[in-house]
């Protein structure tokens, strides 16, 4: 089978961008971090997010929002895989939901569910980002 190196190498330095960006923001909640990570045009499809997240600011905002919603939050990276610029992962989250978020009011639960994240790098950075929430069966909100 045929082999481009460079074209692997290139979705190796793609991943390391993306987990070097989850444990830093996510993962330690390095809110300063965003502006090493996000291209200034970053643009966010979220779900329950009443419009696109643009840029890093954007972006932190809706960290703040989680995080004080949230405040115990435990992020697990399961799987990280990439293809070109296209990194996917697939995220593990705990916590309990304290404050109200995006229309949900808070139920003082802990709950667990799973996040698909989909990341476009270019550049060094993340330019677009997808996200796919998926509550277990009896694990929702």
């Not at 200034?40 to 703040?64: C, D, E, M, Y």
């Not at 919603?69 to 697990?76: I, K, S, V």
């Not at 808070?106 to 509550?135: C, D, M, R, Y």
Request: glycine share 10%; with cysteine; proline share 4%.
């Amino acid at each position: 089978m045929f082999e481009n190196k460079s074209y692997s190498h290139s979705e190796e330095v793609n991943k390391a961008i993306v987990c070097r960006y989850l444990e830093e923001v996510v993962h330690r909640g390095n809110v300063a971090a965003v502006d090493e990570s996000i291209a200034t045009n970053h643009v966010i499809v979220w779900p329950s997010s009443p419009a696109i997240v643009r840029g890093p600011k954007g972006f932190r905002q809706l960290l703040i929002m989680y995080a004080r919603a949230f405040p115990d939050l435990d992020w697990t990276t399961e799987e990280v895989s990439a293809l070109g610029g296209t990194v996917v992962v697939r995220l593990r989250v705990r916590g309990t939901q304290l404050r109200e978020l995006l229309g949900m009011s808070p139920t003082g639960n802990q709950t667990t569910w799973t996040e698909t994240h989909i990341f476009h790098v270019a550049g060094g950075k993340l330019v677009e980002h997808w996200g796919i929430i998926s509550f277990a069966k009896g694990g929702g909100q």
